[in-house]
C-alpha cells in the first residue's frame, strides 16, 4: 500500500479538475453526435476538425475517438470551449479529469488449487481470452509474462507491440500479447514525459502495472517470494489468459484523454476483458470517461472490472459505481507477516512487517524507545516528515511514529536519516486496527491504534523504556479471513442510490505478485532493492483478481455475456465464514454489510456453475438511463447513437435486472407504501425447480416475492419474478439501514442476491 510518493494512501486520491489560469488552455473531451455529421464531409474526422477550427484557429486534436466515444479531444481556452458547445453536432465538451491508481496464496485461498482448477476445462477458449490491463505498463521481462506452453496468439487479436523508450517489438509473447502506452493528454498539460525518470513506452517503471497484470494473468511461477515472505508457486487467476498491456498512468496521475483513448484502442484490438485498477469519476455517468468507455466496451460484450477505491471506511466513498462495471472491493487473506514488539515491562505487541535484512542487532537485544512527538520541534513530530526529527533525540534508539500524510516506508527513512535504528507505526484512529505489512528500509514494525495507545503510556510513563523487534516471517491459516478491509470504499452508491455497489470483494491485502525492475519494493527513490515479486495492498489488487476469474469463466462459457459472468460471480459470493458466523468488517470488529462486500466475498469454483443469471443487454441499459431521466444529448454521448426514451413507458431504476437489491425509503412513507422490484432469472444449468427465501432483519419492511416457485425446464430458459417491499408501519426515527438475502435454491445451487434497505 505504500510504494511511491505519488502513489501514497494505497493508490486513491480521488479526482481533481485539471484548473488553468485564465485564458492558458487545458484539455477538454469533445462528444460529437456522429449522426448528424453533414453529408458533405465524407469522414468524421474531417466533420470533427471543421468543428474545431470553427471555434480555435490553432487547437489541434490530441486524439479522434471512434469507439470508445464519437469525437475527440484538444486543448482549448475556456471561451474557445464555450464557443465550440455551441457549434452544430457537439454534445458536450467536458474538461478532463484527472484518474489515480487504486493502490502467493490467493489462488489456494479462492479454492483455485490444482483439484479444483481442473474444474476449468482445458480448452483452446480458456487460452483465446485476452485480459486488457489499463495501468502503468508492463515489465515484460518478469517470469509471470513467460509464454511456455501456450499456443499461437489468438486469430481475434487486432492489437500490436508498441516501441517506445526501452521497449521494442521482441518485449512481446505469446503470453504478453500486446502493449501500447498513451501520454498525449498527460504531457498537453504536464509537459513532456521525462524520459530520465520513466520510459515513453509500454515500459513499468512504477511496478503497479506488472503487479496488477501479473495478478489477473500471470504464468506459474515456482519459487516466488518478497525477500523470502510469502514463498510458494505465484501464479494469476487466470494462466492461460493472454495479456495486453495499455499504459496510462505516468508519475504526474492518469489522465481521461488517454484514459479514454486506452479504451477506445483496447475494443478495437479485441479484449475480452478490461481490467482498471484506478478511478476518480464520481459524477453523472455522462461525465466519467471511465464510465463513458466502459458502456463502450460493455456494448462489445467485453466485462469492465475496475476497483472501488481505497477512501474507505467512509460511507459514499466509492468510485467506479456504474451498473455495467463490476465494481471490486477488498478483503484479506488467511496469512499475516507478524513482527511483534517486547516493551521493557514485559508487554508483548502484535504488529506485521515485510523487513528483511540484517535485524540480529533488534532482535536479540532491548533498545532505547522514543516517540516522535517528543524528538522533534515541529508540531507534527510525531509523523517522522523529512527533517523532522532531532538526531540527538533519535540516534541509536527505535522511533515510533504515528501515520498520516506522508508514505509509511518514507517515515522509516526520515527515522534512518536521523541515526535510528528502528521503527514502530502506529495506526491512528483514521486506520483502527487495520495492519499493512511493508518492505521497510529499517528494521520496523506497524501496530494497530489500540496497542500503538498501550505503548505511547509505556513511553511517557516509564523513565527509560526500552523495546525491540521480533520477526516472525509467514504465518497462514489466519483467523477470521477474509474480513472486509478498512481501506475498501464502501456504498451506498452516491450517484444511483438504487444500485447496490460495490458488487462484490475479493482479496487485495498483502498481495504477492509481479514487481518492475525498474524501482525498489517500497517506491522510494532511495530503495537500491530490486526484486521479481512484491507484495502490496489495495482495491487496484483486488480488481485483477476479479478480472483473471471472469477470464476464467468467459473461458468455460465463452457464449456468456458480461452481465452474465457478473451475476455468476455475485450469487454464488459468501458472506458467511464455515463456522456460520458472518463476513467481518475490520474497521468495525462487527460483521460487515452489502455496503462493506455487495454480494459477498468471490468464491470462484462455485461461480463456474451457478444454475441461473441475471442477464443484461445494452437495451436495458439505455432504459436504465432513460429512468434516470437523462437527455437525450446525455444518452447519445454514452450511447453513440440516437435513443429516444419512449415517453408513454414508465421507466424505473428498480427493473434493471441487477443481482442485488437496494431500497430506498423516505422516513416519511406512509404505512402501506410499496416498491417493486422486477428481475428475470435465465437458466444456465440443468432443468429444476427452484424455490425462493428471504432471510435478514429489516423491521418496518415486509418482502414478499411472487411466484416463490420458478420451474426450468431447458437451457437458456427466462422466468421473472417480483419482489415487493412493504413499509408496515414501524417507521425509524433517523436515518438507518437494514440488510438481507435473497435466495433461490434448487436443493444443488443457491443463487443469492444481498438486500438493502435504507430511511433518509
Known sequence: MGMSTFFMLVLFLGLCHCTTAEQKRSTYIVHMAKSEMPASFEHHTHWYDASLKSASDSAEMLYTYTNA???????????????????????????????????????????????????????????????????????PESKS???????????????????????TTSACNRKLIG???????????????????ESKSPRDDDGHGTHTASTAAGSVVAGASLFGYAPGTARGMATRARIAAYKVCWIG???SSDILMAIDQAIDDNVDVLSMSLGGGMSDYFRDSVAI????????????????????????????????????????????????????????ISGVSLYRGNSEATTLTMTPFIYAGNASNSTSGNLCMMGSLIPEKVKGKIVMCDRGVNARVQKGTVVKAAGGVGMVLSNTAANGEELVADAHLLPATAVGQKDGEDVKNYLFSDSNPTTTILFEGTKVGIEPSPVVAAFSSRGPNSITP??????????????LAGWSGAVGPTGLSIDSRRVSFNIISGTSMSCPHVSGLAALLKGAHPE???????????????????????????ATGKPSTPFDHGAGHVDPISALNPGLVYDLTVDDYLNFLCALNYTESEITSLAKR?????????YSVRDLNYPSFAVNLASGSSSSAVLKYSRTLTNVGPAGTYKVSVTGDTPGVKIAVEPESLSFTQANEKKSYTVSFTVTGSLPSSSMSSFGKLEWSDGKHIVGSPIAISWS
Not at 484527472?98 to 476445462?121: C, I, M, Q, S, V
Not at 452474465?564 to 463476513?583: E, V
Open 253 to 255: 496521475g492518469c489522465f
Open 69 to 139: 466515444i464519437h469525437g475527440f479531444s484538444t486543448q482549448l481556452t475556456p471561451e474557445e470551449a464555450d464557443s465550440l458547445e455551441f457549434q452544430p453536432g457537439v454534445l458536450f465538451v467536458l474538461p478532463e479529469l484527472k484518474y489515480e491508481l487504486h493502490t502467493t496464496r490467493t489462488p489456494e485461498f479462492l479454492g483455485l488449487d490444482h483439484k479444483n482448477n481442473e474444474l476449468f476445462p482445458e480448452s483452446n477458449s480458456a487460452s483465446d481470452v485476452i485480459i486488457g490491463v489499463l495501468d502503468t505498463g508492463i515489465w
Open 145 to 167: 509474462f513467460d509464454d511456455a506452453g501456450l499456443g499461437p496468439v489468438p486469430a481475434s487479436w487486432k492489437g500490436e507491440c508498441q516501441v517506445g523508450t526501452n521497449f
Open 498 to 511: 438504487d444500485i447496490l455497489k460495490p458488487d462484490i470483494v475479493a482479496p487485495g491485502v498483502n498481495i
Open 293 to 348: 468507455g466502459a458502456f463502450s466496451a460493455m456494448e462489445k460484450g467485453i466485462l469492465i472490472s475496475c476497483s472501488a477505491g481505497n477512501a474507505g471506511p467512509s460511507a459514499y466513498s466509492l468510485s467506479n459505481s456504474a451498473p455495467w462495471i463490476t465494481t471490486v472491493g477488498a478483503g484479506t487473506l488467511d496469512r499475516d507477516f507478524p513482527a511483534y514488539l517486547s516493551l521493557g515491562n514485559g508487554k508483548n
Open 179 to 197: 502493449a501500447r502506452y498513451f501520454s498525449k493528454g498527460y504531457e498537453a498539460t504536464l509537459g513532456p514525459i521525462e524520459t530520465s525518470k
Open 642 to 650: 440516437k435513443f429516444t426514451c419512449d415517453e408513454s413507458k414508465k
Open 560 to 586: 456468456w455475456s458480461p452481465a452474465a459472468i457478473r451475476s455468476a460471480l455475485m450469487t454464488t459470493a459468501y458472506t458467511a465464514y464455515k463456522n456460520g458466523q458472518k463476513l467481518q468488517d475490520v
